[in-house]
């Protein structure tokens, strides 16, 4: 269990604090081992941004190794409400907000992200044309 006080940068413009608990996604590669060629992590939501579309994001090995990427399931010392992600939200901190999926179902360990959805990373890459860099 980890937990940090850190502020959400959000591509729409607005910003909030939160103290956000959860599992270090570091630790959980640790102990999965993942094969040497994977290179990215691909999270797959419960909530669909187009009819048929889950949402999807990518971050590579090293981001998700980060001290503060978590996999989150408390919020300001409660469960996770849904609004903010429940059952379990990706954290990284060092990125903007459309990069921490919320409603997180399975993960999966990749080799290229270019193979996920249309090439481009994640959902919002895919269809928005936002860049697959996002650090704040």
């Known amino acids: 269990m980890r937990s940090q006080i850190t502020k959400h940068h959000c591509i729409q413009g607005w910003s909030g604090v939160a103290a956000w608990t959860g599992v270090a996604l570091a630790d959980l590669l640790g102990a999965c081992e993942p094969l040497p060629n994977a290179k990215y992590i691909v999270f797959h939501a419960f909530d669909e941004h187009e009819p048929g ?3 999807y994001e990518t971050i590579d090995l090293e ?6 990427t978590i ?3 408390e919020m300001n010392g409660e469960r996770l409400p849904i609004p903010h ?3 379990c939200r990706l954290r990284v901190e060092t990125q ?3 990069k921490m999926v919320k409603y997180v179902h399975s993960m999966e360990l990749i080799e290229d ?3 996920v959805g249309r090439g481009q990373g994640g959902f ?3 269809t928005q044309f936002y860049g ?3 650090g704040i």
Do not use: N, W
């Not at 981001?63 to 503060?68: D, I, K, N, T, Y």
């Open 53 to 55: 579309q889950p949402y």
């Open 63 to 68: 981001l998700a190794r980060h001290s503060q």
């Open 71 to 73: 996999l989150a399931y």
């Open 85 to 87: 992600g429940a059952p």
């Open 96 to 98: 903007l907000g459309f």
């Open 113 to 115: 992200f270019r193979v």
């Open 124 to 126: 919002r890459e895919d």
């Open 132 to 134: 697959p860099e996002a």
